[in-house]
């Protein structure tokens, strides 16, 4: 599967419960999941975790697992070419939603880690309801401290880790 994921999986402890509930979304009818939380309880990480994982299955992905941190991009246009760049796609002319829903779509089905997107205005919520919309193969993991509000969306709360995990740690 092609991946700009670390090619070894991070195991991480205390997020059991969380990998199922994302990986029955993975699974299912939603094209996009918001792993939701404040900063530093470990979005980022259990997305990265878990994208590490699938790569090292056997998931019908040929479209790749790829990770893109928005987390300095400002514009929707420069989070649009910032994806673009992570995934390798390779458009001409200005990026628009519609024309890089087809290329993602031409790839085939496809897992997209989005990180930070709290960072990037509203209209990077409606780009991602059209690469949805023109790839039905893709799916959208995404990190945010706020829900995005996008049709479709499965939120999925990051618990703090329990005293117990958290033991195991030190």
Known sequence: VPTNLPQHSIELVGRETLF?????????????????????????AAARSFGGSCSLQSLELPGGIWFSDLGSASLTSLAMAKVARDIGLRLPGTVDAESMGRAIHARG?????????????????????????????????TTSRVRLDLAGEQCIEVPPLTLDASTILL
């Open 20 to 44: 199922s509930r994302i990986g029955s979304w993975l699974q299912g009818e939603s094209q996009i999941a918001t792993l939701l939380g404040p900063g530093g309880i470990g979005k980022t």
């Open 109 to 141: 089905p496809m897992l997209l880690i989005l990180d930070n997107l709290e960072t990037v205005p509203g209209p990077l919520g409606k780009v991602l309801e059209e690469w949805a919309r023109a790839a039905p193969g893709l799916r959208l993991l």
